[in-house]
């Protein structure tokens, strides 16, 4: 890597090294329905084919955050996902109420 590629696409964080990912996190739902009466509804509108418009930060390996398979964060953002984490109790009983619902 030479300097002049940090010049052209710099970190957004570290300004110092060549950005090669964007971050993944969501900003903005482009489906105007936020809640649903039924777990099948939410996974119809919530499909491939909505799209969704995300922060695209540009990031460096070193400054994203991976938040799984192929998603990754800024710091900011990758703090608000950390934060999101439902405590393992409520997780339980949402993954029951996901499991019912895809018995019906």
Same mark, same amino acid.
């Given at each position: 890597m030479?300097?002049?590629e940090v010049f052209e696409n710099p970190c957004a964080i *570290?300004?110092?090294r060549v950005a090669t990912k964007l971050c993944d996190y969501i900003i903005r739902y482009d489906n105007g329905i936020i809640f649903f009466r039924n777990w099948q509804r939410f996974k119809e509108v919530n499909s491939p084919g909505y799209k969704h418009?995300?922060?695209d930060l540009?990031? *460096?390996d070193e400054c994203s955050?991976?938040?799984?398979h192929q998603v990754d964060m800024c710091p900011h953002h990758y703090k608000l996902h950390q934060q999101a984490k439902l405590p393992n109790d409520l997780a339980r009983k949402a993954l029951k109420q996901k499991a019912k619902a895809l018995q019906d």
């Open positions: 030479n300097d002049a *570290c300004s110092k418009e995300t922060c540009p990031l *460096c955050h991976n938040a799984g």
